[in-house]
């Protein structure tokens, strides 16, 4: 299940002194305030920053999020197998693909209570990237494996999708292997 973090702003700005300190065209505080909201059914505790200025406005404050890299075939259900990847990319750099393989992913498992499976999801900080790319095996009339392609066509979307795997396999372990 997703998560949502919020990371403490260290920085000599935050520490809020008498007057407030500009950082790249933001003002940065210390005093907080709590919030609720929902994500995936989990309540969220999000804390504002805010600063008491000398005219008593209020100045827009910089809040970092994370999210924890994800993997989803219907909305809101996370995928627990992790999958095996496989990456291409052309000779000039412009376009490539990933092939993500699941076998028994706990999608299959959920997939009666919950809905069907919807398209292909990776969740991280950035949003979200999606395919609607993906088949299912079946062996003796069971799923049993799920192949997902997503398809980067500009060097730009290559450099997204390599910052989602990166976040991806650092929270679960993956290492990358050149062949």
């Not at 052309?90 to 993500?100: E, L």
């Not at 919950?114 to 969740?123: K, P, S």
């Amino acid at each position: 299940m997703a998560a949502l973090q919020s990371l403490p702003f260290s920085s000599p700005a935050s520490h809020c002194p008498r007057r407030t300190r500009f950082f790249l065209g933001m003002a940065a505080g210390a005093v907080h305030q709590s919030r609720q909201s929902s994500f995936c059914g989990q309540p969220l505790h999000v804390r504002h920053s805010s600063c008491v200025t000398r005219r008593s406005s209020r100045i827009p404050t910089l809040s970092i999020m994370m999210v924890k890299p994800t993997i989803q075939f219907i909305q809101g259900t996370d995928e627990q197998t992790i999958p095996d990847v496989k990456l291409t990319k052309s000779r000039d750099g412009t376009n490539g693909m990933a092939i993500f393989s699941f076998d028994q992913p706990s999608v299959f498992d959920s997939s009666s209570e919950v809905g069907d499976i919807t398209g292909f999801y990776m969740i991280d900080e950035e949003g979200v990237l999606q395919s609607v790319d993906v088949s299912a095996k079946f062996i003796n009339g069971k799923p049993s494996r799920i192949e997902a392609k997503y398809v980067m066509r500009t060097p730009r979307e290559w450099d997204r999708f390599m910052r989602f795997m990166e976040r991806y396999s650092n929270q679960n372990g993956l290492q990358f292997v050149k062949k």
